[in-house]
């Protein structure tokens, strides 16, 4: 087993995580912040839109059964790549689309995994391809919200559109 994390923020970390933790392939995803200025970040501080933060997923993958290039274009099909600092009603750079790349591989398979998704959007991809700086984990309660509030408000508006997008497109790459 060839254990990997990627970090990859599209909007809200609740959002991202509860698509990425259905995958065959990943052993865990964690909420947190990456790329801001201050240390140790916390959910209100990160909110202002001051930090500098982005609210972040750290995936572990075995990419012996998930590749990079799969994370990816489930990344780019299950959130919207070209809304910039914003996915939906959730406003700020916190809420921008990122890929925090941790090597060159990463950059380059993020390059071209931005040129695939093209073709399916109008409007320019402007995810940010970012050095990872900085990752700090969120707290305990953002930990596998969804699967603990599924029933909130929230949850059931923004969360199932995008577990189906997924099931659309990767049903075979999803647990059973």
């Not at 093209?118 to 900085?134: A, F, G, M």
Request: aromatic fraction near 10%.
């Amino acid at each position: 087993m060839a254990t990997k994390e990627l970090i990859l923020g599209g909007g809200c970390f609740w959002c991202t995580e509860a698509v990425f933790e259905l995958l065959k392939g990943v052993s865990d995803v964690e909420s947190g912040y990456a790329n801001g200025d201050m240390p140790d970040p916390d959910y209100r501080s990160v909110c202002s839109g001051d930090t500098g933060y982005a609210e972040v997923i750290k995936i572990t993958y075995d990419d012996e059964v998930i590749d990079l290039d799969t994370l990816l274009d489930v990344f780019f099909s299950t959130h919207n790549p070209t809304q910039l600092n914003r996915q939906g009603a959730d406003v700020g750079t916190q809420y921008r689309s990122c890929v925090c790349y941790q090597n060159e591989e990463e950059l380059e398979a993020a390059k071209r995994a931005i040129e695939r998704a093209q073709e399916h959007y109008s409007d320019p991809i402007v995810t940010t391809l970012e050095p990872l700086k900085n990752y700090y984990p969120a707290e305990s309660y953002h930990q596998d919200y969804y699967r603990q509030n599924s029933m909130q408000g929230y949850c059931m508006a923004v969360i199932p559109p995008k577990i189906q997008k997924l099931m659309e497109n990767f049903s075979d790459k999803v647990s059973s």
